[in-house]
């Protein structure tokens, strides 16, 4: 089913309302791929469960708010075209990319941004909502180069929001939302509503550019090794990487086998030992010991930590100390 939409009123925005629900598995499936422009669509149903689906989606052309229940498991193909979409699942994980290089993960309640330029896949499991800002990516791109002087092109999003744009995002969305719902909503509130949204988007998931230490690798290795040389005398686990590249465990292993890395944790004490060599050779003797610099970069076990040094640089720890 469909609801009707009023005609436009002047001051007014044109806000459309939509409601579309059923049961046939094959409809749901042909919809799915023209609300998406998906270039393929699985879906698969509980087997304990009549199969539903239910897209209810509000706004104008420049900025929408949807949301999508469906009692099967959704995976797709998709490359939507014009729009710049922001997503989240209050339930359940949501994956793009699963098993590639650009694999991301992201846990319930975690915006993400959709992939830009290309074709990604999207993947999720039975009876979650999807809630998703949809944004004229013109009008997107138009704010952006207002904020930076640049001139107005495509943008690439970096899927690991800023914690604290994340938190005005939110913010912004929720004291939006009542006006963004509002078909009779004065022209000019919405807009002004509308551009704010942007900004807090833009401010959460900032274009950034695959680091220069790093380049060559896939923006999720990048991460990962970004956080390494970032956090080297803080405690690491392969979840702390994982979560950095916005991978799971499995894909973060899987991504540096795939870049003929060592494995996260491996390319974790590689990073220290570097580092450790650099201090020594810097430090003069009795200034420092071998022992403080080894424990600031977190090898506990002093005879493991010269062992490791000496394979990798031919040397003990005390012969660079001493120059």
């Known amino acids: ?74 995976w797709g193909r998709i490359e939507p075209l014009g729009r710049y979409l922001v997503t989240w699942a209050h339930e359940g994980d949501l994956a793009f990319d699963l098993g590639t290089d650009d694999e991301l993960v992201v846990g319930p309640g975690t915006p993400a941004v959709y992939p830009t330029g290309r074709p990604f896949t999207i993947e999720a499991p039975p009876s979650v909502t999807l809630h998703t800002i949809d944004i004229d990516a013109g009008s997107l791109e138009a704010l952006h180069a207002r904020r930076t002087g640049d001139r107005a092109a495509p943008l690439h999003f970096d899927r690991i929001p800023d914690h604290d744009g994340l938190a005005a995002l939110q913010r912004a969305l929720a004291a939006s939302t009542p006006v963004l719902l509002d078909p009779a909503a004065d022209r000019l509130a919405r807009a002004r509503l509308v551009e704010a949204v942007g900004r807090r988007v833009l401010d959460a998931f900032a274009p950034t550019a695959v680091s220069p230490r790093h380049h060559g690798h896939p923006a999720n290795v990048a991460r990962a090794l970004d956080f390494i040389e970032d956090h080297l005398t803080e405690p690491i686990t392969t979840a702390d990487l994982a979560a950095a590249a916005g991978l799971s465990q499995r894909g973060l292993q899987q991504a540096f086998g795939r870049n003929d890395l060592p494995t996260p944790l491996e390319t974790l004490r590689e990073a220290r030992l570097r580092r450790a060599r650099t201090l020594l050779a810097d430090a003069r003797p009795g200034e420092v010991s071998v022992a403080t610099i080894a424990r600031r970069l977190g090898f506990v076990h002093l005879g493991r930590f010269a062992g490791y040094y000496a394979e990798r640089f031919g040397e003990r720890p005390s012969d660079t100390l001493r120059g």
């Open 1 to 74: 089913m469909s609801s009707a939409n009023p005609p436009e009123q002047p001051g007014r925005s044109h806000v459309r309302r939509d409601d579309v629900a059923g049961r046939d598995l094959d409809e749901a499936v042909g919809f799915y791929e023209r609300v998406h422009d998906a270039h393929a669509v699985r879906l698969t149903p509980e087997d304990d469960r009549p199969f539903r689906y239910r897209l209810r989606a509000v706004g104008d052309d420049h900025l929408r708010l949807r949301s999508s229940a469906l009692s099967a498991r959704r």
